[in-house]
């Protein structure tokens, strides 16, 4: 295929005018447990801020309530708020705790792009995408004229391909400052000399298909449902704009990168009950640890995609049948909280992901993260999507 169906290097692109500090904010999708950090970061953030339009997860049990905020505020702000640059963005990420990535800014095509079972697209989600968490995207997408999203898409380029078309061209200055609400520091510069990054895209998609006899260029590694929703909107109702969806592409390789499990946090009445029931159900070779709040070791299977499905399965079948719910959460300290109990998961590594998914299809939700909460991306860029 022409790598421009794929991919254009070479659209308009929407940057915040002014100090890109006072518009980014991390990933709605973060902190879910934790309404402080936003309710803080409310008060420092000045007015017309990515913060105004997106909707945190841990709020969306006032989802319309919030929605009609998020269409007033684009209704007052809108795309002066922007201004356009044609390019890709080469972006360099510093993050809190001292790892920096790169990556480049640039509209994938929604056709190239699938989350089902066992597609063959030239990008795939790398994890199962729960249907259900669609529609309120879909109401937020259909809210804006624009999309500010905080997809990440993976591309196994170990010889760094992609860096070396950056490092060989002019760029130009875009932003270059601190993130609130402890996102560390963020640099964004322009491309506009493209041909080498489809140069390093087209070898990169000859590179996967010598090493897994497929063609494909990208697992989603962040945002899986956002990119979803793109591609609902985009085949429920087709506009000149909503066919391509702005995302960020970084190299699985990239050291500031960093996979990091993503634990379980079941809020439990019956800890007892809990630890019975679990030790009962779910047997195997490896060890983790629940957290009552003290880690006591448990049996789990040593594949550790089966141990995120037995545990799963288990939870599920728990809550139901005695109330509570589950969290998903980053960082070991979180498992550590009165009334539940903590599941420590173990992490599926980097050089495990591409292998896994080409030969298995998608993993379950919530199997991995790629660094902390506050390393995720901020919403910068946006694009127009009316």
Not at 249 to 259: A, C, K, M, Q, S
Not at 261 to 277: T, Y
Request: proline share 5%.
């Amino acid at each position: 295929m022409i790598l421009r169906d794929l991919v254009d290097f070479s659209s308009e692109i929407l940057i915040p005018k002014g100090d890109v500090s006072d518009f980014a904010v991390v990933a709605c999708d973060q902190f879910s447990s934790n309404p402080e950090y936003w309710n803080a970061l409310k008060k420092t953030m000045p007015p017309f801020s990515a913060l105004e339009l997106i909707l945190p997860e841990c709020f969306l049990y006032e989802k319309e309530k919030r929605l009609k905020s998020i269409s007033d505020a684009y209704e007052k702000m809108g795309t002066d708020r922007f201004y356009p640059v044609t390019g890709t963005v080469a972006v360099t990420r510093t993050t809190p705790f001292g790892r920096t990535r790169r990556g480049i800014v640039a509209p994938i095509n929604l056709d190239c792009y699938d989350y089902k079972t066992g597609n063959k697209a030239l990008i795939r989600a790398s994890e199962r995408t729960v249907e259900e968490r669609i529609p309120p995207r879909v109401a937020i997408r259909e809210a804006l004229g624009v999309e500010i999203p905080h997809i990440l898409l993976l591309v196994d380029d170990e010889d760094f391909l992609i860096d070396k078309a950056v490092d060989s061209v002019k760029k130009t200055s875009l932003y270059d400052c601190e993130l609130r609400g402890g996102g560390g520091h963020i640099m964004g510069e322009l491309v506009t000399d493209v041909a080498p990054l489809y140069a390093a895209c087209e070898k990169i998609i000859a590179k996967m298909e010598s090493k897994f006899s497929q063609s494909l260029f990208a697992l989603v590694g962040d945002g899986n449902h956002s990119l979803a929703t793109a591609k609902y909107c985009a085949t429920a109702k087709r506009t000149p704009f909503n066919g391509m969806a702005l995302v960020e592409i970084e190299n699985i390789y990239d050291e500031g990168l960093v996979f990091e499990p993503i634990h379980r946090l079941v809020k439990c009445g019956d800890k007892k009950a809990f630890l019975e029931g679990f030790k009962a159900e779910i047997k195997g070779d490896a060890e983790t640890e629940l957290y009552l709040p003290e880690p006591i070791k448990v049996a789990v299977p040593s594949d550790k995609v089966q141990a995120i499905i037995d545990v799963d399965r288990f939870c599920e079948k728990f809550v139901k049948n005695h109330g509570g719910d589950v969290d998903y959460v980053h960082g070991e300290e979180m498992l550590r909280r009165d009334g539940h109990v903590g599941i420590r998961m173990r992490e599926v590594g980097r050089g495990e992901l591409f292998g896994y998914v080409l030969s298995n299809g998608v993993l379950p939700k919530k199997t991995f993260s790629l660094g902390e909460a506050q390393e995720k991306r901020y919403y910068v860029e946006a694009r127009k999507i009316k």
